[in-house]
């Protein structure tokens, strides 16, 4: 069982930054161990995957965030972060956290929906 609570949000213009965080709390494993992603919802639209960070201290972030969001974790904190800058209308969406102890044979981290450990999520609205 996994715990995430998601923080940071907020309403912002154009231009602006935000820095998400999502505390995780579990009961099999340890943080260090997990696999981690950002996805986002906009109202009308599918959930993507925003930002990815695995156990090996790998970090994949969306092409359209490139060069303005950063994804990073302490593990010491369990805490995972979302650092987003140069914010547009078009970042306008819930975000939330996901996580899953990676495949004990493969090593691998689950895509999209495989993810079973989600946070409430944290609400980003951009205005222009």
């Known amino acids: 069982q996994v715990q995430l609570v998601e923080s940071g949000g907020g309403s912002v213009q154009a231009g602006g930054s935000l820095r998400l965080s999502c505390v995780a709390s579990?009961?099999?494993?340890?943080?260090?161990?997990?696999?981690f992603e950002w996805f986002r919802q906009a109202p009308g639209k599918e959930r993507e995957g925003v930002a990815a960070?695995?156990?090996?201290?790998?970090?994949s972030i969306i092409s359209s965030a490139k060069g303005r969001f950063t994804i990073s974790r302490d593990n010491s904190k369990n805490t995972l972060y979302l650092q987003m800058n140069s914010l547009k209308p078009e970042d306008t969406a819930m975000y939330y956290c996901?996580?899953?102890?990676?495949?004990?044979?493969?090593?691998?981290?689950?895509?999209?929906?495989?993810?079973?450990?989600w946070g409430q999520g944290t609400q980003v609205t951009v205005s222009s």
């Open positions: 960070s695995d156990h090996y201290g790998s970090y």
């Open positions: 579990m009961y099999t494993g340890t943080y260090s161990n997990y696999c």
């Open positions: 996901a996580a899953d102890l990676a495949d004990e044979v493969t090593g691998h981290c689950p895509v999209g929906n495989e993810y079973p450990y």
